[in-house]
């Protein structure tokens, strides 16, 4: 029973060992092309990068669009959709608007 506790940590402690080799081949703050990405304000981020997602109509599960905007573009639609989700709230929070 001990050697097998020993052989399993063994093997577990020699796969993570292997893991972090692998990791330390990518080099972090460069493109897959090779190239530097020069934004030192959020290392590793590109704002050119195009990035697609699936884009999922509200009420159904079947319509699924593919959308690939660049990750500037991404953070507006989120700062937007936050922006208009914040105005909801703010609107329904029961505040007398005069009205009555």
Known sequence: MKWQAL?????????????SADERTVKPGYKASGEPITNPAHPGYDPDLIVCRDWRKTGTRAKVRNVCLTNKRWARVMRDGNSFARSLVRNASGENTGGW
Do not use: E, K, N, V
Request: no cysteine.
């Open 7 to 19: 052989l399993f940590l063994g093997l577990t402690i020699s796969g993570a060992g292997m893991a």
